[in-house]
């Protein structure tokens, strides 16, 4: 089992930046791969990133493509979310969510963090 805890939301102008933190506990952190997830108001939840266990294999949703990196460091259990050039449609709360099997159809989520996004 592990526990994950996100950091890092906030307010922010469009076009500016913000990198997302995920924390997470117990010592199997390396054995799952990892993505953000987002969802805004009357939205379905959707992918935005994913990561490997290694960190040698990423995937993008065609919306962030080229604008958000997602990376990790296994010797600090955590995942990262560089978001870059953000726009309002970018608003969402954001989840970071762990998967031993990477189909995400059941992961461990952690609680979210708020980012907005002002034009």
């Known amino acids: 089992q592990v526990q994950l805890v996100e950091s890092g939301g906030g307010l922010v102008q469009a076009g500016g930046s913000l990198r997302l933190s995920c924390a997470a506990s117990?010592?199997?952190?390396?054995?799952?791969?990892m993505a953000w997830f987002r969802q805004a108001p009357g939205k379905e939840r959707e992918i935005v990133a994913a990561?490997?266990?290694?960190?040698?294999?990423?995937n993008y949703a065609d919306s962030v493509k080229g604008r958000f990196t997602i990376s990790r460091d296994n010797a600090k259990n955590t995942v990262y979310l560089q978001m870059n050039s953000l726009k309002p449609e970018d608003t969402a709360v954001y989840y970071c969510?762990?998967?031993?099997?990477?189909?995400?159809?059941?992961?461990?989520w952690g609680q979210g963090t708020q980012v907005t996004v002002s034009s």
């Open positions: 117990g010592r199997t952190f390396s054995s799952y791969a």
């Open positions: 969510a762990a998967d031993l099997d990477s189909d995400y159809e059941t992961p461990y």
């Open positions: 990561i490997n266990w290694s960190g040698d294999s990423t």
